[in-house]
């Protein structure tokens, strides 16, 4: 049961019908990505009738990728609209609607795309309710896949976490599993601020176990905290979205070893949970971080400057390292593409650096 | 030789009151009189220059009736968005206002005649050039001048500066030339949704006019039938661009395409307001969106730190002054038509200047901001939080 958890965990992309497993008489869904997401929009257009959804074939194609599919014949074409193939537009119009007292879900059909409407995203929605003093408030949710996927090549693979984590008046989000896809988008759509919500599409097809109780319609994972995903004593490994799935694959093949990784699934770029990494490292006295993006600048850099900055400084028994993706536009070829992300190798030989072993 | 008349005015008024007379120096337009009000005219109609059409059946009727309590109203608040430009103006030069200050005077017929033809229920949003339309839209003077000084009495504390002010129904005040327009139309998308009968007013330069997400916007606010009044307040320079060098086509009004267009005098409050209130008519209707030019112009460079003579003459702007203000081009109308006498207009125009003192007495003298309130205000209806300050061992409190 637990090789299998892995394997699937790993972002290998399989179609799989839910199964209803009795386990111990609790009832668990196995629930993907894409369902999870579908499931929360519903839920919560159904609640809130302030809230609709926009965005490229969002509609009537059921989703670019399926995420929105039986969404418009549910609900119809007031709630569910189709935009033309101008995010500056939609996205200008998305963030009007929020203004004027409505709560729209801004679909990116990816996060590439959004870089044309970002100065939408930025200067109109984060930073309004500061320069209003408080006046003007825009609930909004702007979601869709975001970083790298499988042969898309350069202008379809970058990641955006950290340009938009940069930015104050956002909040950023980037779930892994589909219980995150679930409690972070309602959360994302109730919270009365604009939130990114960066998706990957390479976990879309990846099933989950959900519990009844994450099952329940008001289930909500608050934005800005972190989840340790597995215990672990000598070191801490700090990651977001599928990275996290990689970094449990290398943690199971390290405890064969009798190294024990603490897994620390980030859930939020923005704000960050700085609190749960040091807490983590007081414990283990090592840290790597894991992400798909360029290094640069980027996400693990953040994390690093903080800890260097903060408390946990102190319990450093060596220095922390990042994990990124290679500083390169994506290329297409297979084998190029494959050493451009962080392998599960890279990983554990990382890891195996930071602890001298 | 005004101050002189003023003089002898008075002294004839001493005496009309006296012996009960109507009294009429010579030599002037200066007509003195104890008359009630009941002598003025209520209210007369005036012709109005014919507005060139774009994909419509017919423009605004070529006549417009004003109301004597409309003409008095309209003057006032043209004065006032006048007065205070000019006070932003000085308090510019004296460095008290700083950054960005984008003023207003001579397009006061725009803000004042659109306003005239919605209702306070609907909306509106504009770029930067917005201190005149935060006025109409029920902004107080004292807090838009505390603003532009930057002071906690400011209409957003002190925090958003000249080019973002907000009230109810009012959404900037926008930075990004263009930005605001795809925003517009997401306010009329949600009058539509929430189904109350209120359109979006929508402006934008003759600059912005050629922003790519502006016609993106024109799309899909015409295939969605939004209620969007798209409002393109032409004053012929984008900058120091004049309109020639940088559209291929200057008829703004025709650029939405598909969208009916009208083209309007934007020196005549009177033909602004009939024009707005045929466009709202239009919205209300179902019929969709539909887009105003107003020919306009303004006496400031386009902001305080451009002198606005390397691209244009004096001449040209002496010109406009002179055969076009929209002030004077209400007052004459008024005072030909006996419908204002001039003590009562003047007694308004001492009435506003003493509104703006005050006000720009109260904007130089309030305190700025505390610097409590630095972190303030980044997300709404949320718990209070750390921000990061400079260094690492300064943490700042957050409050929505």
């Not at chain 1, 690093?304 to 390169?328: C, H, K, Q, W």
């Not at chain 2, 003089?7 to 004839?12: A, K, T, W």
Request: glycine share 8%; aromatic share 8%.
């Amino acid at each position: 049961m637990a090789s299998l958890r892995c394997f699937l965990r790993s972002g290998k992309v399989f179609v799989v019908p839910c199964d209803i497993c009795i386990i111990n008489s609790i009832l668990l869904l196995q629930v993907t990505v894409r369902d999870a997401l579908n499931q929360a929009m519903d839920e919560e257009l159904e609640r809130d009738e302030r809230v609709f959804l926009l965005g490229e074939e969002v509609a009537q194609y059921d989703g670019a990728y399926k995420v929105s599919r039986g969404l418009w014949k549910k609900y119809g074409d007031k709630r569910i609209i189709d935009t033309p193939i101008t995010e500056m537009g939609f996205a200008g119009i998305a963030v009007g609607a929020a203004m004027a007292g409505l709560r729209p879900i801004c679909e990116f059909m990816t996060f590439n795309f959004s870089m044309q409407a970002i100065d939408q995203v930025i200067n109109s929605a984060a930073k309004t309710y500061y320069m209003s003093a408080g006046l003007q408030s825009v609930p909004i949710v702007f979601r869709g896949p975001n970083g790298a996927s499988a042969g898309v090549a350069a202008q379809h693979s970058q990641c955006f976490a950290a340009w938009y984590g940069h930015c104050p008046g956002l909040k950023v989000v980037s779930p892994w599993s589909a219980e995150d896809a679930r409690g972070l988008l309602k959360s994302a759509i109730r919270d009365d601020n604009p939130v990114v919500f960066l998706e990957n599409e390479l976990m879309y097809g990846v099933p989950f176990e959900m519990s009844e109780e994450v099952q329940s319609k008001d289930f909500l994972i608050p934005i800005g905290k972190a989840k340790i995903e597995r215990q672990g004593t000598h070191i801490t490994l700090v990651s977001h979205s599928r990275m996290v799935s990689l970094c449990l694959d290398a943690a199971a093949v390290l405890a064969k070893e009798g190294i024990e990784c603490e897994v620390i699934n980030m859930r939020t770029i923005r704000p960050l949970d700085a609190e749960a990494i040091e807490t983590s490292i007081m414990k283990t006295n090592h840290l790597v971080t894991v992400e798909g993006g360029w290094p640069q600048f980027g996400i693990g850099a953040e994390i690093l400057a903080r800890i260097m900055e903060g408390p946990a400084f102190n319990y450093l028994d060596s220095p922390a390292v990042r994990v990124t993706g290679v500083d390169i536009p994506m290329p297409y070829a297979k084998i190029l593409e494959d050493n451009s992300v962080p392998q599960i190798k890279d990983i554990i030989f990382s890891i195996k650096k930071t602890l001298n072993v | 030789m005004r101050k002189m008349l003023t003089i002898i005015s008075n002294v004839l008024r001493g005496s009309a009151s006296r012996n009960g007379a109507e009294l009429v120096s010579e030599g002037a337009r200066v007509v003195v009189s104890a008359r009630t009000y009941a002598d003025f005219t209520p209210q007369a109609s005036f012709d109005i220059k014919k507005c060139d059409v774009h994909k419509l059946e017919e423009g605004p009727p070529l006549q417009a009736v004003l109301t004597r309590e409309e003409g008095l109203q309209y003057y006032r608040t043209m004065q006032t968005i006048r007065r205070m430009e000019l006070k932003a103006d000085q308090l510019y030069k004296q460095k008290i206002i700083r950054g960005f200050c984008h003023l207003y005077d001579g397009q006061e017929a725009c803000a004042v005649g659109i306003e005239a033809g919605i209702n306070l229920s609907d909306h509106l949003i504009t770029a930067y050039r917005a201190h005149g339309y935060t006025l109409t839209r029920g902004g107080t003077v004292r807090e838009i001048m505390a603003e532009l000084t930057g002071r906690r009495g400011g209409i957003a504390k002190g925090k958003g500066g000249s080019m973002h002010m907000y009230t109810k129904h009012f959404y900037g005040g926008n930075g990004i030339v263009g930005a605001q327009v795809p925003l517009g139309a997401g306010v009329a998308l949600a009058c539509k949704y929430l189904g109350k009968n209120e359109l979006c007013v929508c402006l934008y330069g003759d600059g912005a006019a050629n922003q790519g997400q502006i016609f993106e916007t024109y799309n899909m606010a015409s295939l969605w039938k939004l209620p969007c009044i798209f409002i393109c307040e032409n004053n012929k320079y984008g900058m120091g661009t004049s309109v020639e060098r940088a559209a291929a086509s200057t008829d703004y009004y025709k650029r939405g395409d598909f969208i009916p267009g009208l083209r309007v005098d934007g020196m005549d409050v009177l033909c602004v307001r009939e024009a707005t209130k045929l466009a709202a008519e239009h919205c209300r209707s179902g019929k969709g969106p539909i887009l105003m030019e107003l020919q306009t112009y303004r006496y400031h460079g386009h902001s305080m730190s451009d002198p606005g003579i390397s691209y244009r003459t004096r001449d040209e702007i002496q010109e406009v002054r002179s055969k076009s203000d929209p002030i004077s081009m209400l007052k004459d109308r008024m005072l030909s038509n006996n419908m204002a006498s001039v003590e009562e207009l003047k007694e308004i125009d001492v009435e506003v200047r003493k509104e703006i003192e005050d006000a720009a007495q109260f904007a130089t003298t309030d305190p700025e901001p505390p610097l409590d309130d630095l972190c303030n205000h980044i997300f709404y209806n949320d718990p209070p939080m750390e921000v990061r300050g400079t260094n690492p061992w300064t943490k700042l409190k957050s409050i929505s």
